[in-house]
Nanobody, 121 residues
Framework: VQLQASGGGLVQAGGSLRLSCAAS????????MGWFRQAPGKEREFVGI????????YYAESVKGRFTISRDNAKNMVYLQMNSLKPEDTAVYYC???????????????WGQGTGVTVSS
């Protein structure tokens, strides 16, 4: 599976942004998908995951209620809708694919290239 994230940019605090992740290669619909982020000078952290069917999601406490992950298996796309953005959400965001347990632990089978998000105060 090849993954490519896009949609990052500069947004003011309180604003919204939607990231996209395009997948190609092996059967996309069979993979759980996740989003991670890495802020400057910090370790990469888990943001959330969505099951292969899209029927189940799980989020880090820091983004719960503000971020929503969705997917469109017909288009091989995963999305991260980010609302009520805060300056501490500033990071490079990565999409990833793999087993749910692996994603939660930060060891997915596949990583995508990241897209940068900057939230100004």
């Amino acid at each position: 599976v090849q993954l490519q994230a896009s949609g990052g940019g500069l947004v003011q605090a309180g604003g919204s942004l939607r990231l996209s992740c395009a997948a190609s290669g092996r059967i996309f619909s069979s993979y759980n998908m996740g989003w991670f982020r890495q802020a400057p000078g910090k370790e990469r952290e888990f943001v959330g995951i969505i099951s292969w069917s899209g029927g189940s999601t799980y989020y880090a406490e820091s983004v719960k209620g503000r971020f929503t992950i969705s997917r469109d298996n017909a288009k091989n796309m995963v999305y991260l809708q980010m609302n009520s953005l805060k300056p501490e959400d500033t990071a490079v965001y990565y999409c990833a694919a793999g087993a749910a347990s692996s994603l939660r632990l930060g060891y997915p089978d596949y990583w995508g290239q990241g897209t940068g998000v900057t939230v100004s105060s």
